[in-house]
C-alpha cells in the first residue's frame, strides 16, 4: 500500500519557522519527484514547492519564494520542507505526493499536517 506521512506541523507566530517531513513507502523512492501542496480553509489545493528525484530541480510557488526550502534524503525516503518567515496566509493543511514529469501530483493523498501561523 502506497502511503505518505506528514508530520512537523503546529502553531507559530508570524515570523516563525517550521520543518516539514513526509516519508513515503514507495519502493526507489529516489526515482520519483516530489512535491509539496497546501489546503487552507475554503480554498483549492494548491502546489507550494517540487523536487525533482535528484534534488538538482527544485520549484515554488511565487507566494513562498526566498522563504520555503524544499529538500529531499533518499536514504530516508523523506521530502522535507523548511518554512522561515511565517506568515498567517501560510496558515493550511500541507501535503506531499509523488509527481509525474509534468511535476502534478497522480498518488493518494495523505492525512496532510496542519500549519497554523498567528498573527
Known amino acids: 500500500q502506497v502511503q505518505l506521512v506528514e508530520s512537523g506541523g503546529g502553531l507559530v507566530q508570524a515570523g516563525g519557522s517550521l520543518r516539514l517531513s513526509c516519508v513515503a513507502s514507495r519502493r526507489m523512492f529516489s526515482i520519483y519527484n516530489m512535491g509539496w501542496f497546501r489546503q487552507a480553509p475554503g480554498k483549492e489545493r494548491e502546489a507550494v514547492a517540487a523536487?525533482?528525484?535528484?534534488?538538482?530541480?527544485?520549484r515554488y510557488a511565487d507566494s513562498v519564494k526566498g522563504r520555503f526550502t524544499i529538500s529531499r534524503d533518499n536514504a530516508q525516503n523523506t521530502v522535507y520542507l523548511q518554512m522561515n518567515s511565517l506568515k498567517p496566509e501560510d496558515t493550511a493543511v500541507y501535503y506531499c505526493?509523488?509527481?509525474?514529469?509534468?511535476?502534478?501530483?497522480?498518488?493518494?493523498w495523505g492525512q496532510g499536517t496542519q500549519v497554523t501561523v498567528s498573527s
Open positions: 505526493n509523488y509527481l509525474d514529469v509534468d511535476y502534478e501530483p497522480y498518488s493518494s
Open positions: 523536487i525533482n528525484y535528484s534534488s538538482r530541480d527544485t
